[in-house]
């Protein structure tokens, strides 16, 4: 079995749009539960550019399944963090220019600083994920720093623009994944997936969990949000079928 995390950022981001209330992730996040998703992925970021503080702490509150802080190794998102005890945090690079997460962690450059953040999650109980590219020195050095999984980043796959690089992108993430398991860490995978690519990823051994955002928002637009889950739920499980 895959579970399924569902990042409700664009659920935010509609209502930052206008500056009002709505629509709520919080109330976007009970129907994404309710339709069967295993967990709730949100991203603090530094500019609070969608997600914002008021939404993580009532989320640390009503989310029954799993709460899944993506964020920046920032000083400030640290304390918010520790100070709210979601169930896992993936820390992710955050530059406020990009649209959107552009690649993954540089785990070499900033390792003291993420082995001395990972340990401090450790002791307050929180789980600790690296988002870092198919990279067997990042994996090794996520592992050594203290990380208790990976988050394979896809994007390069899903965004491929042939075939042939769409495959070795493909084969790239598959040793990236063995890699991971060789280390003893739980692996994950997500950015960029859809439901016309995902079910190549969900059918890979060893990969425990998708996290999954912009694509179920987009189509829950036009099919409602717990069918848009359903519907991905649906794939996922095909895929592990064969």
């Given amino acids: 079995m895959i579970r399924l995390g569902v990042n409700v950022d664009h659920v935010a981001t509609v209502r930052q749009a206008r500056g009002v209330a709505y629509p709520d992730p919080i109330a976007a ?6 339709a069967g998703a295993d967990g709730i992925v949100v991203h603090l970021r530094e ?19 799993k709460l899944n802080l993506e964020m920046a190794a920032n000083d400030e998102i640290i304390e918010i963090a520790l ?22 962690l540089d785990v070499e450059t900033y390792y003291e600083k993420l082995a001395q953040m990972t340990n401090r999650m450790h002791e307050h109980g ?9 990279d067997p020195k990042a994996i090794e050095l996520s592992k050594k720093l203290g990380s208790d999984a990976v988050e394979l980043h896809t994007g390069r796959y899903c965004d491929a623009k042939t075939p042939q ?9 598959c040793a990236g994944v063995e ?18 690519n995902v079910k190549p990823i969900a059918a890979v051994p060893g990969v425990e969990e998708l996290n999954i955002g912009h694509s179920i928002i987009a189509r829950a637009i036009f099919v409602g949000l717990e069918k848009a889950v359903r519907d991905m739920k649906a794939l996922i499980d095909e895929a592990l079928k064969g």
């Fill in 126 to 134: 929180i789980f600790v994920s690296m988002f870092i590219d198919p």
């Fill in 165 to 173: 690089d769409r495959e070795r992108e493909f084969e790239r993430f």
């Fill in 47 to 65: 500019d609070r550019r969608h997600i914002q503080d008021r939404d993580l702490a009532i989320l640390r509150k009503t989310v029954n399944s």
């Fill in 179 to 196: 890699e991971g398991l060789k280390w003893g860490l739980r692996v994950n995978a997500g950015h960029g997936l859809n439901y016309f």
């Fill in 83 to 104: 100070a709210t005890g979601p169930d896992m945090v993936t820390i992710v690079p955050e530059r406020r220019q990009e649209v959107t997460t552009e690649g993954g």
């Fill in 29 to 34: 996040a009970a129907i994404v539960e309710m």
